[in-house]
């Protein structure tokens, strides 16, 4: 998603709320603010659809619990997530959601792609929701002290036994 000007005068007229960004330090694009911006003004302009705007509000959590998150950092993490939806049929907000899940439970942000993408195929194995499958592979990894190709062997026994003995994963 891209960022819209507001602080042009044709905007101003058109959504009130452009008066209320349209200082220049509002946000910088690619920013944190400016994915604030985004997400609070895309349903009022109709800039981006819910999902878009559950993805951003997702990023900013994301920003608030890894320490030393840049906007360069960030952004790697949005292209991730948007290259991984693009490979796995998981909506976009349900990868946000798993991301924002690994953030809290301390998953390192280089590490972040790679546990959303296990969390996401566990969760379709597993037949249970994104947060769900996030809160697993969290809680598998703090509490074993797993490191994530572990997780990962861990949820490919679990799915081979369900597979094998029947019942649900």
């Given at each position: 998603p891209h960022r819209r000007d507001l602080a042009r005068p044709a905007d101003q007229e058109r959504y009130p709320i452009g008066a209320l960004v349209a200082r220049e330090d509002a946000a910088s694009p690619g920013s944190v603010g400016a994915l604030a911006l985004d997400a609070a003004i895309a349903p009022v302009v109709g800039g981006e659809d819910e999902d878009g705007v559950v993805f951003q509000a997702q990023l900013i959590d994301i920003r608030k619990v890894i320490d030393g998150l840049d906007d360069a950092g960030l952004?790697?993490?949005?292209?991730?997530?948007?290259?991984?939806?693009?490979?796995?049929?998981v909506p976009i907000e349900g990868?946000?959601?798993?991301?924002?899940?690994?953030?809290?439970?301390?998953?390192?942000?280089?590490?972040?792609?790679?546990?959303t993408e296990l969390a996401a195929k566990m969760g379709a194995a597993f037949e249970i929701e994104a947060d769900e499958a996030g809160s697993a592979v969290a809680k598998w990894r703090?509490?074993?002290?797993?490191?994530?190709?572990?997780?990962?062997?861990?949820?490919?026994?679990?799915?081979a036994l369900t597979n094998r003995y029947g019942g649900n994963a």
């Open positions: 952004r790697r993490i949005e292209n991730g997530l948007i290259d991984l939806g693009a490979r796995m049929p990868l946000g959601l798993i991301a924002a899940e690994g953030a809290r439970a301390g998953v390192a942000q280089r590490d972040l792609i790679e546990f703090t509490s074993m002290k797993l490191t994530i190709p572990q997780a990962r062997a861990l949820g490919d026994q679990i799915n």
